[in-house]
């Protein structure tokens, strides 16, 4: 979580996140759909592996619905974020 407060308030040079296998959960997701919203300097996301919830996801794809910088996301597709992808 701390990582994701980072982007959001101080990242001026990061520009690739890894943040697979970190178990994100709802509240991570949360937390990391505000922080991209208002990232300008991330362009590499990793997500895979985390399990999210369709829910979860959703608050991602809110953030990066504003963020112009991202040009890769990976994440891991289950069942439960097929919808989301399709969106």
């Known amino acids: ?3 994701i407060l980072y982007i959001s308030k101080n990242n001026t040079a ?3 996140l890894n943040l697979s296998w970190n178990g ?6 949360h937390e990391l759909g ?3 919203k208002v990232n300008r300097t991330l362009t590499d996301l990793d997500l895979s592996a985390n399990r999210v ?3 979860a996801f959703k608050m ?3 953030g990066l619905h504003r963020n112009r910088t991202i040009k890769t996301l990976k994440v891991s597709v289950s069942s439960d974020l097929t ?3 399709s969106l």
């Open 1 to 3: 979580r701390l990582m």
């Open 24 to 29: 994100l959960g709802l509240e991570g997701c």
């Open 34 to 36: 505000k922080s991209l």
């Open 83 to 85: 919808g989301v992808l």
């Open 60 to 62: 991602v794809m809110r």
């Open 53 to 55: 919830s369709y829910d």
């Open 14 to 16: 990061v520009r690739t």
